[in-house]
């Protein structure tokens, strides 16, 4: 498989003046094309920071990263925009939709600036929406929510999707809706996904796991045996 | 439409109310440089254009009889393109179905039809075409009822006659016209008659003269020459010496008043302007801070720096559009009504209301720039704040232990106290600019208050202290003295004190003012000279008495000598001391000893006017008598004047006091609701824990309450210094030779502003408030800061 992804010597320092904060301490890592990849640690354990940088939001303090080969580390804040306008989807734990637009209109917001989105109408019947899509994110329940966000994210058809805790706000049943919509995007489009989590369990549904204990992946996992997301719970 | 613009009009369809408080004040702001820039172009270029197209002349003379053979020479002077002789002299008038008297000046037209200068527009009727026929000003025969064919008596140089209005015209001459005497124009009183030239002539004994001369003079030539000249070939004729448009009493005031628009406009919108910037710019830093995590979205999900940072900017231009629009509707409204007071005032024929489209144009930009100016801070700090550090819940505000916290731990005060103090210390900054703001609202209101308290200083001062008499009765030319025996006389007169006016131009050094220098006898008891200290001054029999305005004007201090040239008699020129100076709202004074003057004049005492102590039950009675007397030129009552003047300035003082506190209420509104709804989001989680924690509604709203209050009260002080500072440059400003408005600061301005301040203060406050009561508590503790 080709790497989407690869990391190599990463480190990620938080300086407060007083204490260095060593988010990530070195990190090599490769990401695979069509992978689903969880990221499974304690709080503090780097996998936030990890996927921030992934997604060009941070910036590296030392080492390199690179995209299909690009590097991302040596990329300006405008190619950073570019390239998160371009290739990336996001998913938040708390969904971070916009209140004041509708289902749609929050699609939408995606779909007004990528360069080859599919209709917003439907990205929202992709994740079983078709019905809520005026609604707005205050007459919706938190999985909806978070479908709409999912949607949101593979409107633009981004060659990765990177998922922040998508399931950290919600029950097991809505949670396992959640994941059911990540899994079937992973499959039928191929969009390298990265799920981080707390939830040991969902685990079960990737290619990988990479286990991340004070800033480094201290191992990684491969499922010989993958679960579909109705087959766990929690 | 783009899902981000949708966010943009729902953000700003949800901030409606904080938005209409902010676009309020800009409002006021736009409304005002509208109408003041509009109605200093409407006035200018009416004013330009009824002068250019009537030619208003340049120079202005007079003298006691002029023979028409000097014509030649005046006009071979250099630089004079035209000139106009006329007969002019002032008749009493008999008006059907009016007991008291009014007085009329008369012109004459010139031979050959229309004059070529001060061309007069004709309004309704035609000229007079024969012996007995007149044409009046348009507002005399108004106030009058007066229209052509209708008749009235006059009594010019002692032969009474009727005239006959064959029509009503206007002239660029008498756009603001006073009566002798007077101090507000009345129309009812006193009115321009245009009558044919043989006639006017043979009236005033002017056969083959003439008595008044106006010319226009060509460009790049020295006026000042012009006027020397007029002087020299004058002199020997009786020539009152000429004076230029400066000084001509209705251009004078018109003057006066376009330039007054122009300070309102270079003043007045800068301070709104600044308000509505700050106001901006504190409700987006609060936006900003506020949606954070969606800021952070946008940058996740592609967008741009320059679009999240234009996405702000455009929010804050939402609001200027709402202040352009109701400042457009609000300005043009103001200016149109203002329009209608100016055509009240100042007779135009026409009046070219045309606000040009680069005023509005104007308005509308300095608006946007504001609101942009304001919010550029906060778009900034979205368009530079990292995606990453966007997502995070911002880092708690910092705060340290101060000398601050010393204090108040030695106060004792109350914990919720003490949350009021920190939040004021911690945003120093937003603290000071909240309490300038609202004492720019307590200097609106003391600006605008003290007026009325100035208006009554100035009544005191000039009817009850100055003017004691109940009429002036002034002469149609100087009279010996003994005429105040006649006068005694007449039914109904009780006193009679002698008053003279002596035309001269004051001289010291470089500085010159013409003025007509008051002659009175010592002792007399109606017409005083009030000094600044408030005690009754006598001119020394040596020396003058001047207003503290002119003596200001020639620089001269008590003590000083001032060259007095004398404009009639002798012409003589003398040197005076100054004896003192004396307060004085009305013109600008000069003040002789009677016996002194006439004494310097070489000639047995004599008088222009008399001031009268009368019956009133007997009034009706004089009026009839004095018709007889062809001396008389008119009898000013004046509790006529009193009333009138106190009647226009006090319609004048209620709009203009609405027009501040209205301004006032907003200004506070706008800043006391956004900054209390900003307390509000930003405590929204902290008032609640209190909530949680037992607090009760009362408590917790005292600390929304408290702190915006606290500001409001800290307002007041500076706000009473900036009002005072405002008040006095409105009296500079105000203030010309025509009259001074005394700035008259008296505690109930102040305490006034400071309740009306307070009081809106503590109504936007408590509209928040009413948000606290409603607060869901578990809702907002479960929200993410």
Known sequence: MQPVFAMKGVTK???????????????????????????LGPSGSGKSTLLNILGGLDHVTSGQVWFRGKD????????????RRDHVGFVFQFYN????????????????????????????????????????????????????????????????????????????KTGIQVLETLHGINREFGT?????????????IAHRVLFFQDGRISRIHRNEQRLEPADISW | MQALDRKLLRDFRRLWVQALAIAMVLACGVSILLTAVGMHQALDSTQDAYYGRNRFTDVFASARRVPNSLLPELSAMNGVLALDARVSGFASLELPGRVKGAVGRILSLPETGMPQLNVPVLRSGRWPDVPGEVVVNEPFAKSNRFSPGDSFLANINGNKRALTITGTALSPEFIYTLGPGALMPDSETFGIIWMRPREAEAAFDMTGAFNDLTLKIARGVRPEEVVFQVDQLLEPYGGHGAILRDEQGSHAIIDAEISQLKGTAMVLPPIFFGISAFLVSMVMSRIVALERAEIGLLKAIGYSDFEVCLHYLMLAALVAFAGIAIGWAAGTWLARSLAVLYARFFDFPFLIYNVSYWVYALSALAALLTTTLGAARAALKAARLAPAVAMQPPAPPRFKQSLADIVMRRLRLSQPTVMILRSLLRWPFRSALTTLGLALAVASVVSSAFFSDALHEIVDTAFFQSNRQDALLTFTEERPEEVLEEVRRLPGVL??????????????????????????????EMVRIVASDGSVAEPPPDGMLLSERLAEQLGILPGDNVEVQFTTGRREVVEMPVAGTVRQYFGLGAYMDHTSLNRLFRQQPRVSAAAIAMDASREDELHRALREIPAAAGLVLMTDTRRSF???????????NSIYITI?????????????????????????????????RGEVSYILTGEMMLLALLAQPPGWLIGAWIAKAATDNFSSDL????????????????????????CSVLIVRRRLDRLDLVAVMKTRE
Not at chain 1, 22 to 32: I, K, M, N, Q, S
Not at chain 2, 500 to 520: D, F, M, T
Not at chain 2, 666 to 683: C, D, F, W
């Open chain 1, 192 to 204: 390298s996904t990265v799920v981080i989590t707390h939830n040991a369990d969902i685990q079960k």
């Open chain 2, 664 to 696: 006032a209420v907003l200004i506070t509104i706008g800043v006391a609701y956004n900054g209390a709804r900003i307390q509000l989001s930003e405590r929204a989680r902290e008032l609640a824990s209190l909530r949680i924690l037992g607090f009760t």
């Open chain 2, 495 to 524: 006193q009679v004190e002698a008053l003279q006016y002596a035309p001269a131009v004051l001289r010291n050094g470089p500085l010159s003012k013409r003025v007509a220098i008051e002659a009175r006898k010592p002792g007399s």
């Open chain 1, 13 to 39: 320092v938080y300086d407060t003046g007083e204490v260095k904060v060593y988010a990530l301490a070195g990190v090599d890592l490769e990401l695979f094309s069509g992978e689903l990849a969880v990221l």
């Open chain 1, 97 to 172: 939709l916009v209140p004041s637009l509708t289902a749609r209109e929050n699609v939408q917001l995606v779909t007004d600036v990528a360069r080859n989105p599919m209709p917003a109408a439907e990205a929202l019947e992709l994740v079983g929406l078709s019905h809520r899509m005026d609604h707005f994110p205050a007459e919706m329940s938190g999985g909806e929510q978070q479908r709409v966000a999912i949607a949101r994210a593979v409107a633009k058809r981004p060659e990765v999707l990177l998922c922040d805790e998508p399931t950290g706000a919600l029950d097991s």
């Open chain 1, 72 to 83: 991302l580390t040596s990329l300006s804040d405008r190619q950073l925009t570019r390239y």
């Open chain 2, 739 to 762: 009259y001074t408005i005394p700035l008259v600061l008296k505690p109930a301005a102040f305490s006034t502003a400071s309740l009306i301040v307070l009081t809106a203060a503590l």
């Open chain 2, 646 to 656: 106190q009647d226009t300035i006090r319609q004048n003082v209620i709009v203009m």
